[in-house]
């Protein structure tokens, strides 16, 4: 995967999606033969063979839909990376913020506390008629 983090649109690249695709593909067709070969059959010992498969075919599709949305998870994670300057703990000098402060990022619309988890690191503190004044709104998340 040698996509760029900057100008890629989807956190997938798209063998995530094949992959998944398959993976579901292959458990819900596992799901339908097991569901037509059990159905003509009356005695709960011959059902359970094709229950089994059903439970496999059912697990192979889980497994498919948790590794592509862990997969979207970990790309929107390097790009908040990316963006915020990265996690608190690997800021250097990093010193914990007034949430009194409020901050915002050049070219941002939204402004928020410097507590927020959506603030950057290296973003302005001004008040909020300035913040207001450059046009920026109050962050949804931490309401300033």
Known sequence: MSRSLDTARSPWATQDGLRAGVLVGSGAAACLVAWAAASGRAAVA??????????AGFLVAFAGEVSWVLRGRRAVGRR????????????????????????????L??????????AGSAWAADGRAGHEAAGRRPCGVCRP
Not at 46 to 55: A, E, I, N, P, R
Not at 109 to 118: G, I, P, T
């Open 80 to 107: 908040a990376v990316l963006l915020l300057g990265g996690p608190p703990q690997a800021r250097s000098g990093w010193a914990a913020p007034r949430a009194d402060e409020l901050v915002a990022g050049a070219g």
């Open 46 to 55: 011959d059902q359970t063979g094709f229950v089994s498969l059903g439970v």
């Open 109 to 118: 619309r939204l402004y928020h506390r410097a507590d927020c988890r959506l």
